[in-house]
């Protein structure tokens, strides 16, 4: 996801790397802690709970019940997580982290000169198309009405410091983007 405002500063404002930087941190630290808290990057409705066989499984932390040929019943947990740590066995809504890896993935891959690009590791690319597909509409990528509002907001206090920096004698400066 590109954070572009696809504004030409060159000449009229420039924004330093560190700017950059913090935006695209306060991007990525914005859709982690709104998907721990079962609030995704979309504006449309979400499914808000687990599969009932899926539920269990996360509560019991990935352990399936498996009976051998002897009649012996024993949990083991899904082939696919052995070896792999769950972080959240929460199932009362959808939080994308039993393992954190998704989440945890999202980071800084570029610095533009006139913005940022943050994504999320390649290996995680099926959890989130899987979630994002019609029905369950659970989206990690780009942002909500929200949180765009809000990013809005820090640009433009960047862009109203600046104009008062370079021009001397302006004391009160509104933007609207």
Known sequence: MNINFGINFD???RFKREFWVLIGEWVSNTIRADARKGIYQTDEPVKTTYSPQYAKLKANGMQEQTTNAKGKTKSEKVKS???VSI??????F???????DTLNSLEISA???NGVQVAYKPRNIWKIVGNQ???LNRRIVGL???NREALIKIVENQVSQAIKKDFVGKTTININL
Not at 87 to 92: A, F, I, L, P, Q
Not at 94 to 100: E, N
């Open 87 to 92: 972080v959240s066995r929460n199932t009362s």
């Open 11 to 13: 000449g009229l404002l």
């Open 144 to 146: 909500n009405k929200k």
């Open 94 to 100: 959808v939080d994308m982290t039993l393992t954190g």
């Open 81 to 83: 997580l052995k070896g």
């Open 111 to 113: 610095i533009l000169p």
């Open 133 to 135: 597909r019609p029905g």
